[in-house]
């Protein structure tokens, strides 16, 4: 059983910065690709991010191209992602997820408990 934990979320104010961390522990985290995802009350989980096991692909929506970066530290058993230019709409609770599947896939089995991130205007 993986259990994963975010932490980096906060308040900032529009086109600042912000950098998540997510900790693994429990599993094979070098063999899972890694996901950030996002959910405001009242809507859809939306997809944020995606990382290969090996690092060597990744993928984003397209509302957060340009802006955020998705990586992982192996050794570490962390993900990150770091987040700039951000934007009230980029507001909401962020949760890390991890898969034994492709990014293709969409499939992710572990999720974390979520960090707040809020964008004052």
């Known amino acids: 059983q993986v259990q994963l934990l975010e932490s980096g979320g906060g308040l900032v104010q529009a086109g600042g910065s912000l950098r998540l961390s997510c900790v693994a522990s429990?599993?094979?985290?070098?063999?899972?690709?890694m996901a950030w995802f996002r959910q405001d009350p009242g809507k859809v989980r939306e997809f944020v991010a995606a990382i290969s096991a090996s690092a060597g692909d990744t993928y984003y929506a397209d509302s957060v191209k340009g802006r955020f970066t998705i990586s992982r530290d192996n050794a570490k058993n962390t993900v990150y992602l770091q987040m700039n230019s951000l934007k009230a709409e980029d507001a909401a609770v962020y949760f890390c997820?991890?898969?034994?599947?492709?990014?293709?896939?969409?499939?992710?089995?572990?999720w974390g408990q979520g960090t707040q991130v809020t964008v004052s205007s």
């Open positions: 429990g599993g094979a985290f070098s063999s899972y690709t």
């Open positions: 997820a991890a898969g034994g599947y492709t990014i293709a896939t969409m499939r992710y089995d572990y």
